[in-house]
């Protein structure tokens, strides 16, 4: 075969591959461009109906606002006898059941996420009107099954309603139970004190009573300590007292 013979066989060929390659390409291309303008097409009918959806939720939700008003007074009532029911010397095994009567169902009992050892109560209090509104009720415990709060959360609440806790319905045990031992210790100081102070006792008198509170400690001449106590004497007998 001559050179130019094989010229002509070579420039055939890459004709051939060239039109199979285009034939490729073009058939690529066409793929790509209908994948493409499905996936398009696809997204565009799906961000219709999801805003279609979101306007029907709004507008229905804002239609419920009217029956929400009125709703919202049982809704409440219903926290505050939930609340009212509570004592501090409760535990969850023990409000639950009479919570449950008062919420019309059963608790989901749970552990917080950042503390497992502590356990919590949870209740939803749904709305009867055409809404997703509810009240979210949390009633937490400790490790040792004290009460520590009663918290209460609007969830998809309407316009005019709070959307996180809502503090009128907040009840700290924690805070409770310190004041009341904060009292107890002021209050037994007032009456150590008035004990100590009394009128008309004798120096070793009030001695034996401060020794009630503790080993005496004498920091100075007629000066005297105990359990948080001061007795201080002077010529004329007491001095300072508390």
């Known amino acids: 075969m001559s050179p130019e013979e094989k010229a002509e066989v070579i420039l055939i060929v890459i004709k051939r591959i060239g ?11 066409i793929f ?22 979101t306007e029907k939720e709004t507008a229905r939700e804002e ?15 219903v926290v505050k006898d ?9 535990n969850l095994k023990t409000i639950a059941p009479k919570l449950n009567k008062i919420a019309n169902g059963d608790a989901l009992f749970n552990h917080p996420d950042e503390d497992i050892k502590q356990s919590v109560l949870i209740y939803e209090i749904h709305t009867k009107c055409d809404s997703k509104f509810n009240l979210l009720i ?31 319905f907040t009840v700290d045990y924690d805070y409770l139970r310190k004041s009341e031992e904060s009292k107890k210790v002021s209050n037994d100081k007032q009456q150590a004190s008035a004990a100590l102070c009394a009128v008309g006792l004798s120096k070793q008198e009030r001695l034996n009573r401060l020794s009630k509170y503790g080993p005496v ?8 300590y105990s359990g948080g106590h001061h007795l201080s004497f002077d010529y004329f007998g007491l001095n300072s007292c508390y």
Not at 19 to 29: E, G, S
Not at 37 to 53: A, F, P, R
Not at 63 to 77: H, P, Q
């Open 82 to 90: 939930m609340s009212s029911a509570i004592s501090d010397g409760d």
């Open 217 to 224: 400690t004498q920091t100075a001449e007629n000066e005297y």
């Open 138 to 168: 949390n009633i937490r415990a400790d490790e040792n099954d004290k009460l520590r709060w009663f918290r209460v959360w609007g969830q998809n609440s309407p316009k005019g309603y709070p959307s996180d806790n809502i503090e009128k």
């Open 19 to 29: 039109k199979r390659v285009l034939r490729w390409l073009l058939i690529a291309t």
């Open 32 to 53: 790509v461009v209908v994948v493409g303008s499905s996936i398009y097409i696809y997204n565009e009918v799906m961000d219709y109906y999801s805003t279609k959806n």
């Open 63 to 77: 239609n419920a606002r009217f029956c929400i008003a009125e709703d919202i007074k049982r809704m409440e009532g």
